[in-house]
């Protein structure tokens, strides 16, 4: 099998971080331009049925690849509402008294992110995030418009793949 992913164009996220960091964002979408399927799906511990998901079919998926972490969890998240997203903060929680080390980025402190801090997860606040993604130890990627932590319409989406370089730009980016 030869598919490729020939596009990623998604209605927030890429375009978002296009107007701030055009070189960056060029890198990672040409990358993700490159991958080819057959490659990514298979042969991964974090095995994937589907290779994108919308806001109303993600959850599941994702808790289970989040429960499987054994190094890290790095969750970047514009907006930090709990509300219907407190089973991610359960397992977060647990994952950290493990050792798995959790941090989640976000723009505004607010009760919810004191929530988390008071679970021992580490938050870092950046003003002017826009970026939606996670990066499972380091090499499961979620990117796309769903914001984890907050409101998620059932129009937005997020790829789900396996690709450690895309992942090490991804952190970078936050990290920097």
């Known amino acids: 099998m030869n598919s490729y992913i020939v596009s990623m164009s998604w209605r927030r996220g890429m375009h978002e971080v296009k107007e701030k960091e055009p070189k960056r964002a060029y890198s990672i979408q040409r990358s993700l331009q490159e ?6 799906f ?14 109303e079919n993600f959850q599941q998926s994702f808790l289970n690849d989040v429960g499987k972490a054994k190094e890290s969890v790095i969750i970047s998240s514009p907006k930090v509402r709990l509300g219907r997203n407190i089973s991610i903060l359960d397992l977060l929680q647990e994952l950290s008294l493990k050792g798995t080390r959790i941090v989640i980025f976000t723009k505004k402190s607010n009760s919810d992110v004191d929530k ?5 997860i580490d938050v870092v606040l950046k ?4 970026l939606c993604c996670s990066i499972i130890d380091k090499q499961q990627v979620w990117y796309g418009s769903i914001n984890i932590f907050g409101y998620h319409a059932t129009d937005d989406n997020a790829m789900r793949f396996c690709d450690m370089e895309i992942a090490d730009k991804l952190l970078d980016m ?3």
Not at 35 to 40: A, G, K, L, S
Not at 116 to 120: A, F, I
Not at 127 to 130: A, H, S, V, Y
């Open 116 to 120: 988390m801090r008071q679970r021992g």
């Open 35 to 40: 991958i080819r399927t057959d490659e990514i």
């Open 127 to 130: 003003q002017d995030l826009t």
């Open 42 to 55: 298979f042969d991964t511990p974090h095995p994937t049925v589907n290779i994108i998901y919308g806001g």
């Open 174 to 176: 936050l990290y920097e």
